[in-house]
């Protein structure tokens, strides 16, 4: 009896002791067999017969390492394995599935790597079964679309995290997710003892879920994301939601020399709880661009910008809804604060707008494009043009001298 997902066999009751002859009777999905019954895909044997069974997994490129039974003896290393039928419904389990793993090896010097999106489904699937790649180092090669995350996250006592260093090579993922009824809809759904570094993200998210990202969903341990950009479009429907990080939970994070240029789009959230409508109004609240929200993690966003757009968005800060936790250096938003969003940030940032000022220090430069062209004094002041006196100014994100 084969099995039709990879992981569970199907069921094997006990029953009356069948003839000797097989046949197939007169009737659709019924058969019987020297040892059994099988009927609409289920075999029934009686106890004690040693049912013969041919066993494999359906998914392709997939290695099976032994097989379990919930009751009864499985005996054999290959097929035919015989059951002993017990006086007991049996189900045929998966003991170890064997993944393929992707191509290279787990060091800096010879990471494993991703060149399509094969491989990318091969990453996710290995983590959620099999390697977390703590400790190793996996490149992507090529720019690609994908609609799978990496990782998952529940609970404290249900999760996969990706843990290892994720070396974007300053290529692109175009993401299309769709709301898959759990929280954390993001292309790395879950981080732990995570780097993600020269990556862009791109694409489509929508979800009715909260702590969506076009980056990272949920976050714990000691974490570090650096010179990456994100410019995915997220549909959302609920509230709580990240340009780059969406819940910092309890982590350790800095966000380094990173960019949000996405677009967030607000529908109407209804909020259910065991199917009851328990809060609903027009608009999402509690939306943040670099950190998503934590009231007990300490991030640390260095030489950050923020320049995203928003449509139907309640409340909205620009940097982060961390309150006074962890710090903020050097780190710039072109858009206003929207209304009162909880747990805003408290630290100083400066705000490039046409009718604000405030000083800089280190400007961001390796997203140049992200500043468009306008130049800008020391002192935050926006100008009209390229300026002719000579002095220090900023442009495209880094400091320029004219003499």
């Known amino acids: 009896m084969g099995n039709n997902d990879g992981k569970l066999l199907g069921g094997i009751v006990a029953g009356m002791k069948q003839g000797s002859v097989s046949r197939e009777y007169n009737v659709s999905g019924i058969t019987t067999y020297n040892s059994g019954l099988a009927v609409g895909g289920v075999l029934y044997a009686t106890t004690g017969d040693e049912v013969s069974l041919t066993l494999g997994s359906s998914r392709i490129g997939y290695t099976v390492e032994g097989y379990e039974a919930s009751a009864g003896t499985l005996s054999g290393t290959a097929n035919p394995y015989t059951l002993t039928m017990p006086s007991a419904n ?3 389990n998966v003991g170890t599935m064997k993944l393929p793993p992707l191509p290279g090896e787990d060091t800096l010097e010879s990471p494993y790597t991703i060149s399509n999106a094969d491989d990318w489904t091969r990453f996710c699937e290995n983590v959620m079964y099999v390697n977390q790649y703590s400790g190793q180092y996996v490149k992507l090669l090529e720019d690609i ?7 998952y996250w529940i609970d404290d006592s249900d999760n996969k995290p990706f843990s290892g260093t994720f070396l974007g090579n300053n290529k692109t993922i175009n993401v299309t997710l769709t709301d898959d009824g759990k929280k954390g809809l993001s292309p790395f759904r879950y981080i732990d003892g995570a780097t993600i570094r020269n990556l862009t993200t791109a694409g489509t998210i929508s979800t009715n879920q909260r702590h969506s990202s076009g980056l990272v969903g949920y976050a714990s341990g000691t974490n570090t994301i650096e010179n990456c950009a994100v410019t995915v479009t997220l549909n959302v429907s609920s509230d709580y939601a990240g340009g780059i990080i969406a819940h910092g939970m309890r982590s350790n994070t800095t966000i380094k ?5 996405g677009h967030f789009i607000g529908q109407e959230v209804r909020e ?8 609903s109004h027009p608009k999402p609240i509690n939306i943040a661009d670099i950190w998503g929200w934590s009231t007990d993690g300490t991030p640390t966003l260095q030489n950050c910008l923020e320049k995203g757009t928003y449509t139907n968005i309640e409340s909205m800060h620009p940097i982060g809804l961390q309150g ?7 780190s710039y938003y072109m858009t206003p604060q929207i209304d009162e969003p909880t747990n805003a940030c408290s630290a100083f940032v400066l705000h490039f707008g046409d009718d604000e000022t405030a000083g800089v220090t280190t400007p961001l430069s390796n997203r140049r494009w992200a500043w468009g062209e306008a130049w800008y004094t020391l002192d935050g ?3 009209s043009q390229q300026p002719s006196r000579a002095g220090v ?11």
Not at 145 to 151: A, H, I, K, Q, R
Not at 272 to 279: E, G, K, P, S, T
Not at 324 to 330: R, W
């Open 145 to 151: 679309s994908v609609s799978e995350m990496v990782g």
């Open 381 to 383: 002041r926006r100008l």
């Open 90 to 92: 049996v189900t045929i």
């Open 257 to 261: 020399d990173c960019v949000f240029a």
């Open 272 to 279: 259910y709880l065991n199917d009851w409508l328990y809060d």
């Open 324 to 330: 006074s936790s962890g710090s903020i250096t050097n």
């Open 393 to 403: 100014y900023i442009n495209n994100g880094v400091k320029v001298v004219i003499k």
